[in-house]
């Protein structure tokens, strides 16, 4: 069966990073787009980036462009999201998620638990 799990969340202060993986299993990783997607407290899901299946093109929201990105590495069955710059409006629960698609239309069937990252002094 499907299976995303996170980690790398927790508390940063602003201006600093954190590098968040993605351990997929269940299903052949490089044929399937990825994506991650994050829910800050009291708000909607909101699409945070995505990259091809072979890696070969991202994509990001307006509100993280310039400071965060994605990568995978399909020897490992593993998606990163390496964020920099934080801001405090980057706190919330960031979720992996797969595609049903190598190319990506960004509507994933599958989701992971959620890791929680923090940016707070």
């Known amino acids: 069966q499907v299976q995303l799990v996170e980690s790398g969340g927790g508390l940063a202060q602003p201006g600093g990073s954190l590098r968040l993986s993605c351990a997929a299993s269940?299903?052949?990783?490089?044929?399937?787009?990825m994506s991650w997607a994050r829910q800050a407290p009291g708000k909607g899901l909101e699409w945070v980036s995505g990259i091809y299946s072979d890696g070969s093109d991202t994509y990001y929201a307006d509100s993280v462009k310039g400071r965060f990105t994605i990568s995978r590495d399909n020897a490992k069955n593993t998606v990163y999201l390496q964020m920099n710059s934080l801001k405090p409006e980057d706190t919330a629960l960031y979720y992996c998620?797969?595609?049903?698609?190598?190319?990506?239309?960004?509507?994933?069937?599958?989701w992971g638990q959620g890791t929680q990252v923090t940016v707070s002094s």
């Open positions: 998620a797969k595609d049903p698609t190598g190319w990506g239309n960004w509507l994933p069937d599958y």
């Open positions: 269940g299903f052949t990783f490089s044929s399937y787009a």
